[in-house]
């Protein structure tokens, strides 16, 4: 199943930029994020989490640096993170910068949990994003670090980071970057202060100018909870009358978004927001859909007529796009020796590749 919620196109230039910081050039950070041209220009537009998770996907992938993401966090100017920032720098101490950050992070991107605990001498940050990406993690605890650095001087340093996921790179590596002992394999990414520095104060805290920036934040924040309730009632009352329109284009051998958007009587790019607002993309559909096709016709004919039926260009390129999703071999499944994963094997979706061209696939 695709990966539920959302992300402003805010973070999306944050990420374009922390991969321009890091040394690639503006048209190859595009190329490789492979989004619409006009999305990096559009402001407080909501895209599908999967969309942001594929784009930083390519970019780390194409950067060939395991720690990336950390890196990208430290060249990464105030005001980068949009209210964010400004939010934290008008803030009385650091404990209210955090708060403000947990309050407002959806505003970035709500597909995350996020939240403090304080003990007797412990300050913490957590994060927890159940499917997430790894390196999207390592870029927001390495983006507040470096915030809480810069705000508060060198000694507001973490005394321990802690992240689920496992390492890319050595221990010693992350620490280098990070200043501080890290660890992997928690229950959730941490963050884990003195209490007593996090009480100091801000000392560009401005209460007029937070105020101001607290009630826009406020606004904005109600605009993305009604996204979300609307995106609840466009998932129950759209995507499954787009579903059976795109079953019905695969059937004809044309599933593109333009053939689909003229049965609902509207353009590709109309089409393409109501299924973003949804949480969901045109790609993803058409790929789970040829899964479950595939999986229902496995069980009758053999790869070879399976892979003409669901518009791949040849039976390797069908053989190579199962075989990633599930594991399996067409053949083993046509055998009888082997049932593909219901569940999908934690892919979100069939790949594609070698299949008919269609826009946003």
Known sequence: MPVQGSASTE????????????????????RVMAVP???????????PIALVRRAWSGLTARAADPLLSLRAARRLPPGSLDILDYLAQTSTTGAEAFEQLTRYLPLLADAGRVWTEVDRR??????????GLPSLAELLLGLIAERARAMFGPAFAPRLVRFAHAPSSTASAYEEVLG?????????????FDRDIVRAPVSSHDPALRGILVAQAE??????????????SL???????????????????????????????????????????????????LQELRLERARQALAAAQPKAVSHELGYSSPSAFHRAFKRWTGLTPGAVAEGGASPPAGGGGRSALPGAGGKPSAGA
């Open 219 to 232: 606004e904005a924040l109600s605009r993305v909870h009604l996204d979300l309730r609307a995106a609840s």
């Open 11 to 30: 973070f999306l230039r944050v990420l374009a930029t922390a991969a321009v910081k890091d040394g690639l050039e503006v048209d190859d950070v595009r």
């Open 180 to 192: 501080a002992p890290v660890q992997f394999g928690g229950d959730f990414d941490e963050l884990v």
């Open 37 to 47: 041209g006009d999305l990096l220009e559009r402001r407080g537009a909501r895209i």
């Open 122 to 131: 412990s300050f913490r940050f957590r994060h927890a994003a159940p499917g």
């Open 235 to 285: 998932d129950r009352e759209f995507v499954p009358a787009f579903r059976h329109a795109l079953a019905l284009a695969l059937d004809a051998g044309d599933p593109s978004i333009s053939r689909i958007g003229e049965s609902f009587g509207m353009s590709a790019r109309t089409l393409q927001r109501r299924l973003a607002a949804a949480r969901v993309s045109h790609r993803e559909l």
